[in-house]
């Protein structure tokens, strides 16, 4: 047959499959696999014992809140981007893509068993040991009530994803894309492992025998992806006009529209991160929502107010991130703080967080969306407050100093792990492909030509 005579034949042999036969028996071909796969399930169903209420009900609610978790990708992409200039827009929007993807990756390959399921290398310090985790379901996870391997993980997972996606921010507008995926691997396949273990492997890890408290990871997460991406941007240096003269210019985000509604992501999305850290569904769950809500409404109040006595406006990117401070804030101690409390941490929160953008600037520091203000002066917040305000622990609650001398040792503990540890990533990162930022050209073109080649709004006048 002549390669001209092939398209004639390719179609009787699609007109063949037309025949009510050749349709019978495709047809059985999917019925066969789904008999198969019910047979599989069941034969695997009959080696459990029947699924108790307390199981179905606490892995359905982590799953949710895995889910909601992970939604928060989209929030932080939403508001990255709002706050950043139009022309960088594709790059950031496949950064906070990309990331979670990697995270996920990362945290399966070797991240989730160094943090959980290995053993002590360093008892307390460091485990290490086989890639993967079991997947498998046990008699005993049923009748407790326990959590299923992958549940557990898949909420772990995008946690860890978080702790990336806040480094996203700190270097938006100038970090080569590639050498940002290669960073965030290392950090979420073995930073964040390590020393989230110090904490979250309970009754093991080194401050979680010491008593240091951070129930949903103000520190574990948040300043520990904070002070990675503060690292990263001091090395990047600030974008081109940022620093006149000594002096700090504002560069205005693009679409505050896309920002508020990525805020309003994250506060939804904050209900699976906090609720979701108790671990199943219990009466403690609500009662961590509403805290939750009154930090988010705290931080947004205080840092509105205070952009108005400032500068006479209100600010609304000082609300978005006074309600995300408010959240970081009381991320920690959500479990154990009063109602009025989680209003107070939120609201000092909201004030932190407008001084300390100030502050970074006068640093010299270019944090574009203000990230470190949100994620790391507020995570560190949040973690001491526990100490000042934890009903049963706290020094305003008449329980002492020690609890707040133990938060202050865990806070230094993840400050200096992860600036020294990112600092020798990126700095190996640095050397092995030529520097992590792009060439001066790029960057006043903007990363969306140079680094993806296309444009985020094509149809309208690029406004630089």
């Known amino acids: 047959m002549s390669l001209l005579d092939a398209p004639t034949a390719l179609f009787r042999q699609i007109r063949g499959l037309t025949s009510s036969r050749t349709i019978t028996w495709l047809a059985c071909v999917p019925i066969a696999l789904m008999g198969l796969g019910l047979f599989n ?28 978790v992970i939604f928060m990708n989209a929030g932080f992409a939403m508001v990255e981007a709002g706050m950043c200039r139009q022309k960088n827009a594709v ?19 070797i991240g989730y068993k160094i943090m959980y399921n290995a053993d002590w290398v360093i008892p307390g310090w460091f485990k290490f040991g086989g890639l993967f985790f079991d997947p498998a379901v046990t008699p005993e996870m049923v009748t407790e009530g326990s959590l299923v391997p992958s549940v557990d993980f898949l909420f772990q997972a995008a946690f860890a994803g978080t702790a990336a996606t806040i480094v996203s921010g700190l270097v938006a507008e100038r970090i080569k894309f590639g050498e940002f995926v290669i960073f965030s691997l290392v950090l979420v396949g073995i930073l964040y492992p390590i020393s989230g273990s110090w904490q979250w492997n309970v009754g093991e890890g080194w401050l979680n025998q010491l008593g ?17 991406g503060l690292v990263g941007a001091i090395v990047l240096g600030p974008r081109i006009g940022k620093f006149v003269e000594g002096k700090p210019q504002a560069i205005p985000g693009h679409n505050m529209a896309i920002a508020t509604l990525g805020c309003l992501i994250l506060w939804i999305g904050w209900y699976g991160f ?31 107010l205070l952009s108005q006595m400032m500068g006479g406006k209100p600010d609304l990117t000082m609300t978005i991130n006074g309600i995300l401070a408010g959240l970081v804030g009381v991320t920690a101690g959500c479990d154990g703080f009063s109602m009025p409390g989680s209003w107070v941490v939120g609201f000092i929160a909201g004030v ?15 944090d574009p969306v203000g990230a470190f203000s949100v994620h790391g002066t507020c995570g560190i917040w949040g973690t001491l407050a526990v100490g000042l305000f934890n009903n049963d622990k706290g020094l305003l609650t008449g329980h002492g100093f020690s609890q707040l001398g133990v938060q202050i040792v865990g ?20 050397a092995l492909f030529g520097g992590i930022r792009v060439t001066e050209k790029e960057e006043t073109e903007g990363l969306d030509i140079g680094e993806h ?3 985020a709004y094509p149809d309208f006048a690029s406004a630089k």
């Open 352 to 366: 932190l967080v407008v001084f300390s953008v100030a502050w970074i600037d006068k640093l010299k520091i270019d």
């Open 411 to 430: 806070v230094l503990a993840f400050a200096i792990f992860s600036v020294v540890a990112s600092l020798i990533v990126w700095s190996i990162i640095g």
């Open 453 to 455: 080649g296309m444009e």
């Open 91 to 109: 790059n950031i929007l496949a950064k906070n893509l990309i990331v979670f993807a990697l995270a996920v990756t990362a945290y399966w390959f």
């Open 274 to 304: 906090n609720p979701g850290s108790w671990l199943s569904m219990a009466p403690e769950v609500p009662y961590i929502a509403v805290t939750t809500t009154l930090g988010a409404a705290g931080g947004g109040i205080a840092s509105t």
């Open 212 to 228: 240091f408290i951070d129930f949903a990871g103000s520190t574990v997460v948040h300043s520990f992806g904070a002070w990675a």
């Open 41 to 68: 399930l069941a034969a695997h169903a009959a080696e459990l014992p029947e699924l108790t209420p307390a199981f179905l009900a606490n892995n359905t609610f982590l799953l949710i809140c895995a889910v909601l």
